[in-house]
Nanobody, 120 residues
Framework: QVQLVESGGGLVQPGGSLRLSCAAS????????MGWYRQAPGKQRELVAA???????NYADPAKGRFTISRDNAKNAVYLQMNSLKPEDTAVYYC??????????????WGQGTQVTVSS
């Protein structure tokens, strides 16, 4: 079994910062890609940022220049530093990962989400 647990969400004023963390645990041989998605009420879940095991990053346009994704392979963790937050960043943020959980299988896992609210 594999699980992802997010932390770091909360309430912040516009222009403020938050740092989200996600750690994977359980049966893990290796993790290829990890990323962050978000979903606002009434909207589709969308990619925020992703990072490969080699450190290659990909950012959605709204995140470029403001958010930074990073990972710690030794800890099976991924982080999202969010600066200059805007009200439109308000959403539930989900961690995901492509995980080789056995010698023969790979799964795509999701965390339960952490709420980020940007409001004055």
């Amino acid at each position: 079994q594999v699980q992802l647990v997010e932390s770091g969400g909360g309430l912040v004023q516009p222009g403020g910062s938050l740092r989200l963390s996600c750690a994977a645990s359980g049966s893990i041989f290796s993790i290829y890609a990890m990323g962050w998605y978000r979903q606002a009420p009434g909207k589709q879940r969308e990619l925020v940022a992703a990072i490969t095991s080699d450190g290659i990053t990909n950012y959605a346009d709204p995140a470029k220049g403001r958010f930074t994704i990073s990972r710690d392979n030794a800890k099976n963790a991924v982080y999202l530093q969010m600066n200059s937050l805007k009200p439109e960043d308000t959403a539930v943020y989900y961690c995901n990962a492509d995980i080789k959980n056995t010698a023969r299988s790979t799964i795509h896992s999701w965390g339960q989400g952490t709420q980020v609210t940007v409001s004055s």
